[in-house]
């Protein structure tokens, strides 16, 4: 079993960059691919990002590429989300998760953290 626990989040003018990291205990997260979620208010949860065990590969959904950017140091069993130029419409809650996938339209993981609020104003 992994605890995850998500920090980072806080309230940044629209055009700025926030970080957010997920620091896993437990067990170690080096073979296991991690992704980040997010859920804004009224809306499902969708996948952002995805990183392979290794961190050679990853995945960064349309609606983010060429601003956010996922990251992980599997020596301190943390991945992190560089987000930049953020936008109003990137206002949600960002969750870690382990072992991330979309089954049917739906997020899945493993375990999940109970997410840190990003807000963003315009």
């Known amino acids: 079993q992994v605890h995850l626990v998500e920090s980072g989040g806080g309230l940044v003018q629209a055009g700025g960059s926030l970080r957010v990291s997920c620091v896993a205990s437990?067990?170690?997260?080096?073979?296991?691919?991690m992704g980040w979620f997010r859920q804004a208010p009224g809306k499902a949860r969708e996948l952002v990002a995805v990183?392979?065990?290794?961190?050679?590969?990853?995945y960064t959904a349309q609606s983010v590429k060429g601003r956010f950017t996922i990251s992980r140091d599997n020596a301190k069993n943390t991945v992190s989300l560089q987000m930049n130029s953020l936008e109003h419409e990137d206002t949600a809650i960002y969750y870690c998760?382990?072992?991330?996938?979309?089954?049917?339209?739906?997020?899945?993981?493993?375990?999940w953290g109970q997410g840190t609020q990003v807000t963003v104003s315009s």
């Open positions: 998760g382990d072992e991330p996938m979309v089954v049917e339209g739906l997020p899945k993981a493993d375990y």
């Open positions: 437990g067990r170690t997260i080096s073979r296991s691919s």
């Open positions: 990183i392979s065990g290794g961190g050679a590969t990853t």
